[in-house]
């Protein structure tokens, strides 16, 4: 069987964070979307992804004569697995209007095709349709990804000078944890492959510090958060997520928020996640063009990959900033950021496309990575789609 991880008719609500990536890179819990499905099927399958064209050389897609097209945003139970490995050969799997899997690409564009017979599955699942979805699923998809990662395992030991509290903690081998306090009473905590948690930090779980990340002196966290691998993570965070190899290395809140891959939060910079006047939350949607309700009273930072904000900003509530934005200055910018923009509260030009790639290759450079011919060109792609928001 070949796995194909499509991209469905929500990948569009999902921006800024889907601009650089399909919808099965996303990550809530403590594995991304696809890694959620792949840890539960068959091993050794081949995969593949039904995403847009401009993302497709660095998410290629291949198809052979027996295809199971499965919808990563659809957070698998064991449940849903088994309903979705019965499929026969022209079935369907929904839920609503929600189509979970299918054995026919032609159904993905048409549920009622008449060569597909629909499958209606009645379990419960968590659906990521909202970039705000993943931290409002992120508890619950941490204790599902802890029970997955850990089942039948023996954690690594951990030195004495930390204060436990709780059964539910987990360390890789090769993780550094010292003098911290770690309390799992009110959910797991999964310390990944050779992560770093420095003295005096104190984490309330559920949490989850992915491979090679840091948690810097003093930290406090409160769950359900997730840091990404190849991240550096300073000073109060709550409820959040950063997706990968970006860095808040200082003091500073961040809450309620989403942090996309090479993004960097300047010292003692902070987000608003609650209105003074406590209603409801508005963010900004790019399939509606305009700030939609949330339907949450927290809501706080959604930042596209490789963006950045200097030393001392202030995100209001329910701020949206797009890739590769550059954010500085006194005052509170308007909370929707257009891509490739470079300003604050006074006011944003636009940044210009060379001079973003340099930085860009830069910061990957220090993680060893080289910005190349595709990923530039998706920047490019990018960089041209926003253009109108510059204008």
Known sequence: MNIIFFDDANRDHLLPLTFTRPSAKLRCGI???EEKWLKRLPDNLAYSYLTEDYLAKKFPLVETDTNLYINPAVCPTQQLMDAVLSLGASETLMKGEIIIASRTKAAL?????????????????NYISRPYHLFQYNGAELELDYKLLTDGRQSASISETNTIIGDDVFVE????????VLNAKSGPIYIGKDATVMEGSVVRGPFALCDHSTLKLSAKIYGPTTIGPHCKVGGEVNNSLLLGYSNKGHDGFLGNSVIGEWCNIGADSNNSNLKNNYEEVKLW????????????????LVMGDHSKCGINTMFNTG??????ANIYGGGFPRNFISSFAWGGSGGFTEYRFDKAMKTAALVMERRGIELDEVERDILQVVFDKTASYRA
């Open 31 to 33: 594995l991304n979307l």
């Open 109 to 125: 564009l048409d549920a009622n095709e008449q060569d597909t017979e629909v499958l209606d599955f009645e379990g419960d699942f």
């Open 173 to 180: 081998e090769g993780a550094f944890v010292e003098a911290a």
């Open 285 to 300: 949607d790019y399939v509606e063009g305009r700030f939609a309700k949330t339907g949450l009273q927290f809501c706080g």
């Open 319 to 324: 701020t949206v900033v797009g890739v590769s």
